[in-house]
């Protein structure tokens, strides 16, 4: 069963009789997800960088959008206007196709996994996951793998409570360690 359909006909009206909530607007559900890669170390490589964006659209079926720094920062050896990293934003069906594949596909598939961190919520209601390697994704293929980078998956939600967050995404199905 698709994670639309679950958030539609279970999740929804159990959080909405959970909280006591009277308007089915104020029920909590997923505004978007946002697919974030720094590529600190691509920056003399443009082979490099055109992998990771392949590889990223791939994953999310989407084309990710280049961030330029700001300002030049000596320190890190970055310039103003230089690439420093691909950004995905995803709605709608696409958030959740690619939230089901995460879920269902990817998080099981990270070596030594034992669930997500319940305390990882940024008190705004939003979870952040990261992941090591792009290689647990279904979409890419070892063989192919020239280079290996890891991701951020920015989860933002439309509650302001970290505990209605923590149950909307329970109710989806994510993996969260026991407390």
Do not use: W
């Not at 909405?16 to 490589?45: C, E, H, R, W, Y």
């Not at 999310?60 to 920062?73: E, F, L, N, R």
């Not at 995460?102 to 998080?107: E, S, T």
């Amino acid at each position: 069963m698709q994670l639309k359909t679950i958030y539609k006909e279970k999740s929804a009206p159990a959080l909405k009789q959970q909280f006591n909530l009277k308007n089915s607007m104020a029920v909590p559900k997923i505004q978007k997800v946002v697919v974030n890669v720094g590529v600190g170390k691509t920056l003399k490589d443009a082979k490099m960088l055109d992998a990771i964006i392949e590889d990223i659209r791939r994953i999310t079926g989407q084309a990710p959008v280049k961030t330029i720094a700001k300002k030049s920062i000596a320190g890190f050896k970055i310039r103003e206007g230089q690439v420093v990293g691909v950004m995905v934003t995803l709605r709608g069906n696409r958030m959740y196709d690619f939230l089901e594949k995460l879920v269902r596909v990817a998080l099981p598939r990270v070596r030594d996994f034992r669930g997500l961190d319940p305390k990882k919520f940024d008190r705004h209601g939003n979870y952040n996951v990261g992941i090591k390697e792009q290689i647990v994704f279904p979409e890419t293929i070892r063989e192919h793998v020239d280079y290996s980078f890891g991701l951020e998956v920015n989860i933002q939600t439309s509650t302001d409570d970290d505990k209605q967050a923590l149950e909307l995404l329970k109710s989806l199905g994510f993996p969260f360690q026991k407390e």
